[in-house]
Structures are given as C-alpha cells and as structure tokens.
T-cell receptor
Framework: AQTVTQSQPEMSVQEAETVTLSCTYD???????LFWYKQPPSRQMILVIR??????QNATENRFSVNFQKAAKSFSLKISDSQLGDAAMYFC????????????FGQGTRLTINP | DARVTQTPRHKVTEMGQEVTMRCQPI?????VFWYRQTMMQGLELLAY????????DSGMPKDRFSAEMPDATLATLKIQPSEPRDSAVYFC??????????????FGPGTRLTVT
C-alpha cells in the first residue's frame, strides 16, 4: 500500500519570504500522480499543484513550485513571496496512475504567515 | 462556475440517530468519492463510485455506513445508527474518468458532523 508522510506538523514564514514544505511517499509503482492541496479555515480543499511522475520537469503554478525527486520519493512544495492568504493546512497526496483512483493523503502541515 | 455541493454543511445529532449526507457532483463528472477527515486519522477514503457503480468501499464500516448514487446527480452517505466516533468532516469529491484514468478531483465544502 502507498503511504505519504509529511514530517512537519507546523511551519511559519514571514510575509514575502519563501518557505518549503516537505513530503515523502512510498510506492512500488513507477507511474503515479502527486498533488499538493491547500485547506484554509473554510475547510475547502483546493488543488494547488499537480505532478505526473513520468515528467521530469518540476511543476510550477505562479508562486508555487515543486521539487520532485523520484528516486528519493520526495515531493516538496515551495511557496515564494508568501502572502497572508497562503495561511492554511497543506496536504500532500498520492494517486495511482491507473487502477484505484483514490487520493492517499499525508497528515498535513499547518502553515502560518507572519506579517 | 461549476462546483461540488454538499448538504447539510453542519449536522449535530444524538447517538443512535440516522444521518444522511448528500452530494451533487459537478455535471458531467462520472466518478464520486467520499472522504472523511478526523484529527486522529487525517483524510481517508470511505468509498467511491464510477458511473454510479461502487468500485471501492473498503474504507467504510459496513455495519453502519452505506453509500449510494440514486442517479448521476446525487450521491448519498448514510450512517445508521450514528456514534460519537463518527464525528468528523465528510467530503465529497467528483471527477471525470477518461483514457488512462481520472484527471482531477474537485472537492465539495464538506459536512461537519457532530454526534453527541
């Protein structure tokens, strides 16, 4: 079974600074998807970024980028120019490429932005 | 702006009562998921459907939980009888399966259930 681990329960960063959230996963499969979801206090789960394992290029979405290290099974999220609105729980998630389509989530990292 | 809707948003009930949560997936999406979020267990899958047929309900306590899709626009999750340990936020998510698999899952706002 696949597992996802987020080793940082909480992180904080100064507004406008850069922060990196860590995620590692365990799988025996070669093709899969990885995601970062954001959950603000409203509880809404918002997709931040997606990475396909067969793509070597790291995904980027505006101020959000990932560092995908397939051999190390590591998938970190970098948030540049942090804004107050980035404060939320961030979840790393894994999904198989084929077959069972469920998301397997990590335990989450609570990110605080200090003004 | 298409989105997944869930009702009710909040539910407080007494132990032993039946609870029904409803989800309307995004029009055209053929895959529906139910996830549960608790402090202890985090986010975990309860069940999911493809074209209204259940594909995986291994995460769901079978003795008290049931999930159905009466039609393509409605998914339901029922708990009978409810217990305090069922207190959690229940999320519905939908997506469109095509080709090699499902591309994105879009989450609803969740139902916060409290069982006293």
């Amino acid at each position: 079974a696949q597992t996802v681990t987020q080793s940082q329960p909480e992180m904080s960063v100064q507004e406008a600074e850069t922060v990196t959230l860590s995620c590692t996963y365990d799988t025996s499969e070669s093709d899969y998807y990885l995601f970062w979801y954001k959950q603000p206090p409203s509880r809404q789960m918002i997709l931040v970024i997606r990475q396909e394992a067969y793509k070597q290029q790291n995904a980027t979405e505006n101020r959000f980028s990932v560092n995908f290290q397939k051999a190390a099974k590591s998938f970190s999220l970098k948030i540049s120019d942090s804004q107050l609105g980035d404060a939320a729980m961030y979840f790393c998630a894994y999904r198989r490429f084929q077959g069972a389509q469920k998301l397997v989530f990590g335990q989450g990292t609570r990110l605080t932005i200090n003004p | 702006d298409a989105r997944v809707t869930q009702t009710p948003r909040h539910k407080v009930t007494e132990m032993g009562q039946e609870v029904t949560m409803r989800c309307q997936p995004i029009l055209g999406h053929n895959t529906v998921f139910w996830y549960r979020q608790t402090m202890m267990q985090g986010l975990e899958l309860l069940a999911y459907f493809r074209n209204r047929a259940p594909l995986d309900d291994s995460g769901m306590p079978k003795d008290r939980f049931s999930a159905e899709m009466p039609d393509a626009t409605l998914a339901t999750l029922k708990i009978q009888p409810s217990e305090p340990r069922d207190s959690a936020v229940y999320f519905c998510a939908s997506g469109r399966a095509a080709g090699t698999g499902l591309y994105e899952q879009y989450f609803g706002p969740g139902t916060r259930l409290t069982v006293t």
